[in-house]
């Protein structure tokens, strides 16, 4: 069964850097989409990155671009979020999320079908 | 960037009711709406996707529309279960957003 696992949160100082690591297991790594989708405190969702299935496009939410990266490693079924210069605002659960390969559904299926289970950042001096 | 716009933010129901949530995009999103619901502590769950495909293992109680830029989510017979947070999605542009969130009470 698909299975995503959110790890690397934690408490950081502002203007400090920290990486957090989503596990995937259960699917082919290398054909999905993957998401970064965030929730600070008692707020709504917050979309903050995508990166393509091979890993050659992505995008960012305002917000972060700039001090994000999203990455992947195919060899260790593993997404990246890279945050540095970090603020106060981003303080939040971080959740990784994917994409359904479209192929499997005719294309329409734009979504994020499966999500781990988040991992807190707490920014804070 | 393309604003959805759900109402109501907060809506009281009893267990039974037939009740609706509207997602409004501010621009043509075509039919790129997802539908998710996420209860405290947890992770969203896929509930609808192309703003009227039921996710599979999705109860058929629920069931999602679109008149232009407007959407609906409809639970045709609330459980004790769909006590939660909805929120709609857009995919039909980067950055991707979402709804600002819908919490279902109890009443």
Known sequence: QVQLVDSGGGVVQPGRALRLSCAASGFTFGTNAMHWVRQAPGKGLEWVAVISYDGSIEYYADSVKGRFTISRDKSKNTLYLQMNSLSTEDTAVYYCARSPDLASCGGDCYSLDYWGQGTLVTVSS | ?107
Request: hydrophobic share 30%.
């Open chain 2, 1 to 107: 960037d393309i604003q959805l716009t759900q109402s109501p933010s907060f809506l009281s129901a009893s267990v039974g009711d037939r009740v609706t949530i509207t997602c409004r995009a501010s621009q043509g999103i075509s039919s790129y709406l997802a539908w998710y619901q996420q209860k405290p502590g947890k992770a969203p769950k896929l509930l609808i996707y192309a703003a009227s495909t039921l996710q599979s293992g999705v109860p058929s109680r629920f069931s999602g529309s679109r008149s232009g830029t407007e959407f609906t989510l409809t639970i045709s017979s609330l459980q004790p279960e769909d006590f939660a947070t909805y929120y709609c999605q857009q995919l039909n542009s980067y950055p991707i957003t979402f709804g600002q969130g819908t919490r279902l009470e109890i009443k």
